[in-house]
């Protein structure tokens, strides 16, 4: 059974770096075939994913918030990060970690931790 867990401050400053790590438990983030994603939901809106760091270590980054994000892992900890530089109010939402795979052309978002509410303020 696979877990995540995200951690993190609940409240940042706007042109502050917003930082959150998510845990995994009953499976290695180093397995072949997983990649393992961060998405977000801003209140009153829909999914947003911001990107993924694959088993192997390459990350991908939604091209919107490519100049701003960083996603990294630490192996020995079987966690990876999520680092979103300078943000604003407008980022606000709902942080999700989740694990991704690639079936029949689609992906496939199985394993999700709880969400964490991350605001934006000052």
């Known amino acids: 059974q696979v877990q995540l867990q995200e951690s993190g401050p609940g409240l940042v400053k706007p042109s502050q770096t917003l930082s959150l790590t998510c845990t995994v438990s009953g499976g290695s983030i180093i397995i072949s075939v997983y990649a393992w994603s961060w998405i977000r939901q801003p209140p009153g809106k829909g999914l947003e994913s911001m990107g993924v760091?694959?088993?192997?270590?390459?990350?991908y980054y939604s091209p919107s918030l490519k100049s701003r994000t960083s996603i990294s892992r630490d192996t020995s900890k079987n966690q990876f990060s999520l680092q979103l530089s300078s943000v604003t109010p407008e980022d606000t939402a709902v942080y999700y970690c989740?694990?991704?795979?690639?079936?029949?052309?689609?992906?496939?978002?199985?394993?999700w931790g709880q969400g964490t509410q991350v605001t934006v303020s000052s």
């Open positions: 760091i694959a088993y192997d270590g390459s990350t």
């Open positions: 989740a694990r991704v795979w690639s079936r029949a052309g689609s992906l496939l978002y199985d394993y």
